[in-house]
Every structure is written in structure tokens, then in C-alpha cells.
């Protein structure tokens, strides 16, 4: 028995991708059963044309443990390797023989019904997992139709040894001998039953094949003997049952007349363990170009683990019920990272690592038309069941938000109809809403930004608008303006910030006389921009304040509820952005006369009226009075 050398570029790539390509050691089990479902596939499919003696039912996938030995033993009796096959396929690294095999299968059905078939490992690597957790593997496998098995044994990339091997069936068994345990690493944890059962839960429950396995429990047997008041004696025994410990088909696989949708749901919250029903289900079956099954679920309540770095995607990957991806992110843009579920797809093109996906135009149009599911069922939400929708909006409405601001606005367009806003009647309106109870004379959309809707209703600037009987988007979080800019128009109509643009009311004349009150009053406002200091940038006089004496604006692109986003920022940089005040004065209140009487005879007091114009300015624009003494003193002088 001669020992082999594994080529040089086989030898290199074994040793990278022993310490590089698996970033996760536990998938090597992952690896080892796909093998071993695709060997028995195989035979499976050989059956439906051969005599082999076997049914469907006969197949099985066994591991076996002996933690004395301190070995891990994944048997399958599928269809075997010929000693030639075990050269070739394991002698060789990313030589695989399920990839050819499917090829020629392939090309045999093309045209003609038949069984589908599904190979899993079409990469040739998955096998030299093995090695992140043992030292030295075994193969023992015989081929079916063959009357002498082989015998293949390596300890990594120094080499191999195969010879003849009297195997009584035909199958494969793959040896490992785990590794000494480190302190980084405990190799022997794969030697404990639960850990195994875990594994396979979370990697292989949905291989169509039983996966089996001893496990131990506790029975309690009557001994015979009695105690003294007659009654019999009990004890309890370890026996070892064979148990099959995966699922098989998963419930995602089945069609609807075998599985409801409050099966889904049971599903739901055993899986993500929420008490509440998600309000939106998703079940996909598409066949065609790129096939594809999805079982997607929009939560009813918030889940604050949800948008932590590591979790921003609740979507698991599968191809052919094998987990390739528990967090996917390739599938759903971050706008629709509140949705859970599973997708499975043959069609996905992985490297030469499981773990890592290509980024093919099969994923892209699965995620695309996915996102698209998605948007039909929030829509028909929307429709049908307003007060769900909405309570899905207070949850998630910021993930959607964010999406119309990303990327400058790349999303905008395929997200805008999800969007909501308060209106004056407690309501809250879709922009198409919005924008088709607008009068006919209304040429702008108007909106009002506040910390609270409260605020932002009572904003002076509010009655020039309302007077004309057009309605005010209620806007309560920075975000929402950043909204707007990304939109930028509703079909042509701009969006208006009833504090600080031009609300287009005022005629060219109108215009005139404005400019030339502003000249006549110019000495005074002048005076209260000293009087007020760096409190405000500019004062003016304003004819849209209606019944009110006053209101605190902003010039620029930073408003004041952007001014209090940024003050939470983790930037100091950031926390230093300020909005630039105006404070805007009504010439037609009462207010503006006895501060012009007091300019002409008292400017002492002239100048108290102008600080407490600013901070009554404040006050109605949610800003934090400072002085909140100084403005007492002032109010009390007055009387």
C-alpha cells in the first residue's frame, strides 16, 4: 500500500482552504451529509430504471459517534465509489463526481418526465472539510454492482494512502478522527449527541433522506419488588434508540392544499419565537427561468435585535433544503430587512465554499422579484386592513423611509406608495391620497415639520394654509423632510415647508407692498436683531402668520429638526450643525404696534417685547427656552 501525494496545486489549495475558505468549522457536517444524500440520490435514481433490490424507503444517512475512539462517522448506503472514482474524486481537490453525474443525468432527462434530481455537492471541496476538525479521515466505500470495496486515508495535505477493502455493503463510510482539543478550540464538543442533533437541525433537517442516530433516554421500568405498603417499585435504565433527528420536508416545500397558512404561522413562532402573529404572509412558487421557493413573513411588532449590525437580514438561504446562508443579505435590500423567512432554490450558484455566495443574475432576480412579493402583500395590507397597515408603519415605516434617502434616491420611485403622513383630521394618507383630494387651485404639496405632530399642527405658519382650504402633511421626524428632498415633487408638484419657503400666495403686488414695509421698518428690525444677538440670524416681517405675532424660521437646508437629529449624533462635527433663525413677525397683530410704539418712546421696553417675541418663537417651534428666569422677569416687569 503505497502512500500518494495529492498534486502541488491540490496540496496548496487543500491548505488554504483548510485555514481560509470555511470560516465556520461546524459545517463540515453540512458537507458530509450533502455527500452522502447525493451518493444515495444516485442509487435512487439508478433504482427507477435497474433491479437494485432497494426502495425508496431503505435509504438512510447513519452518524455514529465513539467518543473512546473519539470518532465521528457519517455512513450513508447510497451508490458507492469504485476504487477509480475514489482516486479520482478524493485524490484530486474540486474534482467532483455529483457534478458530472447530474451533467450526464441532465442531459438524459432533457425532454422526458421523470424523478427530479437534486445534487448538492457539485464542488468537489466540501469533502476536505473534514480536515478543519480532524486529524486523519477515513473513506470506506463500495460501489454498487462492485464485489470489492476501497479504503482511502489521509492526513491532510502530506498525502493519501487507498488500497482494497473487503466491505460487506455498498455505501460510503467517512471516518473522522477529531482533532486534540485546543484552547481555542474544543474538538471533542462534536462528539456529544446534542451538539450533533443541533447541527443537523440547523444545517440538514430538510435532506430528503433519514438522517439516523443512537440517542440515549431515561425509562422508567417496574423492578418487581414492592414496598411496604404493597404498591410497586420503580427505576429508571438508559436504553439507545435509533432516532431519525431531521425533518426531511420542510414545510416551505409542500404545496398549499397540504399546508395552510396558519401552519406557516405556527411555523413562524416556533422558529422566531414571537408570540405575536406577523401580519403579512409571502408564500412563493415560482418555476421557470430561475426556480424558487419562499416563505416570507412580515412581523407584527418590532424586534429591537432586528437592527443590530450583525442581524440587518432575517432571510435563511437553502438550495434543496440544505442551509447555505442563515442571514442572507443578497436577497432584500436593507429597506426590507424587518422580513423573515427561508428561500430555497436550485438554481443558486455558489463558489467553492458553501458559505459564500456568487453574485449571479439568478440571486438578483430571485430578489427582485421577491421585493416585489413583498411591496403586492404591504399594498394589499394597506387596502385591506388599514389599521394593520398602520401599526406596521409605526413599526416599520423608518426602514421604508430610509430606503426612499438611499442611494440618492434610487428606491424612491418603487417605495413612495408605501409611505405615510398625518394629516389634519387624525388621519394619516398615502401621498396618492394626498395628492388626489388636492383642489384643482392647489399647486404645491404644503408640510410641517415638529419634534411631536402636536407641534407640529399648532405651527403659526399652519392658518395661511389652512385658509385656503389646502391640507398640511404632519411631519414629526427629520427623517421625513430628508423624504422629501430625495422626492423632491409629487407628479410635478413641489413639496413646501410652510415655515421656511416661499408658500406662492402672495401676488407681485402683494410682493411690492412687502418690500416696501420692510423699508419703511427697517430701522426697528434692525433693533431687534441687535436686541437678540446671535439668537437669530435675521428678523423679519411676515404676512402668512395669520392670527399670530410671531414664529421662529429657518433659512438653508438645515431646519430645526434636523438641528436636534444632529445633536444626537455620534459626530461631534455633526453635533455642531445649526440651523440658521429667522424670527418672522406679523405687522397686522397687536404685538407689532406696541413694539413700534415702544421703538419710538421706550426703547428699554421695546427691547423686553422683542425678547419675549423670540422666545414666544421658541416656544411655538418646540425649542428649549434657556432663560427660562430671565423670561419670568421680563413677563412680570410688564404688569
Known amino acids: 500500500m503505497a502512500k500518494k501525494h495529492f498534486k502541488a496545486e491540490s496540496k496548496r489549495l487543500l491548505d488554504l482552504m483548510i485555514n481560509s475558505i470555511y470560516t465556520n468549522k461546524e459545517i463540515f457536517l453540512r458537507e458530509l451529509i450533502s455527500n452522502a444524500s447525493d451518493a444515495i440520490d444516485k442509487l435512487c435514481y439508478l433504482s427507477l430504471t435497474s433491479d437494485t433490490g432497494l426502495s425508496r424507503g431503505d435509504f438512510r444517512i ?11 462517522t457519517v455512513r450513508d448506503n447510497g451508490i458507492g465509489m469504485t476504487r477509480a472514482e475514489a482516486e479520482e474524486n478524493l485524490g484530486v481537490i474540486a474534482k467532483s463526481g455529483s457534478f458530472q453525474f447530474k451533467g450526464e443525468m441532465d442531459k438524459a432527462q432533457a425532454g422526458a418526465e421523470g424523478e427530479d434530481l437534486s445534487i448538492i455537492g457539485q464542488f468537489g471541496v466540501g469533502f476536505y472539510s473534514a480536515f478543519m476538525v480532524a486529524d486523519e479521515v477515513t473513506v470506506l466505500t463500495r460501489h454498487y454492482g462492485e464485489e470489492t470495496g476501497t479504503r482511502w486515508n489521509s492526513r491532510g495535505a502530506d498525502g493519501y494512502t487507498v488500497d482494497d477493502y473487503e466491505k460487506e455493503t455498498v455505501g460510503t463510510d467517512v471516518i473522522l478522527h477529531l482533532k486534540d482539543d485546543t484552547e481555542e478550540e474544543i474538538y471533542g464538543s462534536y462528539l456529544e449527541v446534542w451538539k450533533l442533533k443541533a447541527l443537523v437541525k440547523k444545517y440538514s433537517d430538510y435532506v430528503r433522506w433519514p438522517i439516523c442516530m443512537d440517542i440515549e433516554h431515561q425509562e422508567r421500568y417496574e423492578t418487581g419488588e414492592k414496598h411496604d405498603d404493597g404498591t410497586p417499585k420503580f427505576e429508571y435504565r438508559t436504553v439507545t434508540e435509533n432516532e431519525t433527528i431531521n425533518s426531511m420536508i420542510p414545510i416551505w416545500q409542500r404545496s398549499r392544499s397540504e399546508v395552510t397558512d396558519d401552519d406557516c404561522i405556527a411555523w413562524y413562532h416556533e422558529k422566531y419565537r414571537d408570540t405575536k402573529d406577523p401580519c403579512a404572509l409571502v408564500r412563493v412558487n415560482a418555476e421557470g427561468a430561475v426556480s424558487y421557493k419562499a416563505m416570507l413573513f412580515i412581523p407584527g411588532e418590532q424586534n429591537d435585535a432586528s437592527y443590530t449590525s450583525e442581524n440587518r437580514s432575517n432571510v435563511t438561504l437553502y438550495t434543496n433544503g440544505v442551509m447555505i446562508m442563515e442571514k ?10 424587518f422580513v423573515r423567512g427561508v428561500v430555497d432554490s436550485p438554481d443558486v450558484s455558489l463558489n467553492i465554499s458553501r458559505e459564500m455566495l456568487q453574485h449571479d443574475r439568478q440571486l438578483r432576480v430571485i430578489g427582485q422579484n421577491l421585493e416585489k412579493k413583498v411591496k403586492g402583500e404591504l399594498e394589499k395590507l394597506m387596502r385591506e386592513d388599514r389599521p394593520k397597515y398602520e401599526e406596521f408603519f409605526k413599526n416599520f415605516g423608518v426602514d421604508i423611509k430610509c430606503g426612499v434617502c438611499d442611494e440618492y434616491g434610487r428606491y424612491k420611485d418603487f417605495l413612495k406608495d408605501l409611505l405615510l403622513f398625518h394629516t389634519d383630521d387624525d388621519r394619516q394618507v398615502t401621498l396618492k391620497e394626498y395628492r388626489d383630494a388636492m383642489p384643482e387651485s392647489q399647486q404645491a404639496v404644503y408640510y410641517a415639520s415638529a419634534d411631536t405632530l402636536r407641534h407640529a399642527k399648532d405651527l403659526p405658519q399652519c392658518e395661511a394654509v389652512r385658509g385656503r382650504g389646502f391640507g398640511i402633511l404632519y411631519l414629526t421626524s427629520p427623517l421625513d423632510e430628508m423624504v422629501f428632498e430625495s422626492l423632491r415633487d409629487l407628479d410635478g408638484k413641489p413639496f413646501r415647508n410652510v415655515a421656511t419657503d416661499d408658500l406662492g400666495f402672495e401676488t407681485d403686488e402683494e410682493k411690492q407692498a412687502a418690500e416696501a414695509r420692510d423699508i419703511e421698518n427697517r430701522e ?10 446671535e439668537r437669530v440670524a435675521k428678523v423679519k416681517l411676515s404676512d402668512r402668520l395669520a392670527s399670530r405675532p410671531c414664529a421662529l424660521t429657518t433659512e438653508g437646508p438645515v431646519s430645526l429638526e434636523m438641528e436636534r437629529y444632529f445633536q444626537h449624533s455620534p459626530s461631534e462635527e455633526m453635533r455642531q450643525v445649526r440651523a440658521t433663525r429667522v424670527l418672522e413677525i406679523n405687522p397686522a397683530h397687536n404685538a407689532f404696534t406696541k413694539l413700534r ?8 421696553h421695546a427691547a423686553a417685547l422683542a425678547k419675549i417675541l423670540c422666545v414666544l418663537a421658541e416656544m411655538n417651534a418646540g425649542v428649549d427656552v434657556e432663560d427660562t428666569a430671565g423670561f419670568t422677569e421680563l413677563v412680570s416687569a410688564l404688569f
Open 62 to 72: 447513519d452518524l455514529i459517534v465513539d467518543k473512546q475512539a473519539r470518532t465521528i
Open 328 to 337: 442572507c443579505d443578497k436577497l432584500l435590500h436593507e429597506y426590507f430587512s
Open 524 to 533: 426697528l428690525l434692525d433693533f431687534v436683531k441687535e436686541t437678540l444677538g
Open 597 to 604: 410704539e415702544a421703538y419710538d418712546g421706550d426703547r428699554d
